[in-house]
């Protein structure tokens, strides 16, 4: 485990974590961001340890789901592709043989 340093609402904390130091600092800096846009207050808080590591952990957890919900959403759009490609293609010569048979009925 090792320690990194973040400033939340110009407060140093020192965190100890397995995760990526820039990581660390992405969530911090997306907590911060989310509290600036419910108020218009410059905030200098001291945060009580506990409450920061608990809304740190409450921020990765949305993150994660997040990137997980966005590479599902790819992955499952790409799969609509593909079946939209099969169904054209399976319905393409039946709607070519329809049209031919219509065709000799005109005459």
Known sequence: MKSVNINVF??????KTDAEEDYVKEIAA?????VKE????????AIPRPFLLATLKITDD??????EFEEYK???EEKSRELVEL?????????????????????
């Open 10 to 15: 110009n407060n140093d904390y020192i965190i």
């Open 30 to 34: 997306f907590l911060e961001e989310k």
């Open 38 to 45: 419910v108020t218009n207050e410059d905030l200098t808080l």
């Open 62 to 67: 949305f993150l994660r789901m997040k990137n």
């Open 74 to 76: 790819g992955r499952a």
């Open 87 to 107: 169904l054209d293609k399976s319905i393409a010569p039946q709607i070519s043989n329809s049209n031919m048979e219509f065709d000799e009925n005109r005459e």
